[in-house]
């Protein structure tokens, strides 16, 4: 009974790990945010030309991004937590995109979901905290309210009111390719990665 059961029993497992393996594409995707990572790099999203104001009072949009690539997080300048590590991600992004010429060829831009505590001295502080200097790398707030609902709608973003005057949300890095259109979406993650994605998409 024995021999009989362990071969049964490979046969199940093989069955079992044969199902996962499709409904995860090959493995790739274990989550719902993995799903949507992979959906993103297969059919990047075209994004709605947003109006955003940068730390130094100026309108921009998307499309003023157009022929370069673009890293973007979404951040409040009273987060204790996360928005730090993406901050120092990006400063880091900068340093390790310099010496590179493709480098050049791509841009960062921070904005802020908190238009309610984000005023243009917030935003300039969180920027000098960093050493972001626009338009290299922009921090921004959208100019109205239907914006920001529009933008972390086509983002896919997740930010929710903790209670306590602050937000838990997702802390997802986007690339926009030169087209203006969602290309990836990257985890928190080392800067290296970021600036090597980043790098490679512009020199495409």
């Not at 029993?9 to 594409?25: I, Y």
């Not at 297969?42 to 009072?57: A, E, F, N, T, V």
């Not at 493709?102 to 005023?119: E, T, V």
Request: with cysteine.
């Amino acid at each position: 009974m024995t021999r009989g059961f362990i071969p049964l029993l490979a046969l199940v497992l093989a069955g079992g790990m044969a199902a996962l393996s499709w409904a995860t594409d090959g493995f790739r995707v274990v989550t719902s945010d993995g799903a949507r990572q992979l959906a993103v790099e297969r059919r990047p999203l075209p994004l709605p030309d947003i109006r955003l104001i940068d730390q130094d009072g100026h309108p921009f949009s998307f499309a003023d991004y157009r022929g370069k690539t673009l890293l973007v997080d979404l951040i409040y300048t009273r987060c204790p937590t996360i928005c730090g590590v993406l901050g120092e991600n990006f400063r880091q992004v900068l340093e390790h995109s310099g010496a590179n010429k493709a480098g050049r060829n791509f841009d960062l831009l921070s904005i802020s979901f908190d238009p309610a505590h984000d005023d243009l001295q917030a935003l300039k502080l969180y920027g000098e905290r960093y050493g972001a200097v626009a338009p290299r790398w922009r921090i921004a707030v959208p100019s109205d309210r239907r914006g920001l609902d529009t933008l972390l709608r086509s983002f896919g973003a997740v930010v929710i009111p903790d209670g306590n005057g602050g937000f838990v949300h997702s802390s997802d890095v986007y690339l926009v390719d030169s087209a203006g259109r969602l290309a990836r979406i990257f985890d928190a993650d080392a800067p290296w990665s970021l600036s090597g994605a980043a790098i490679h998409e512009a020199a495409r």
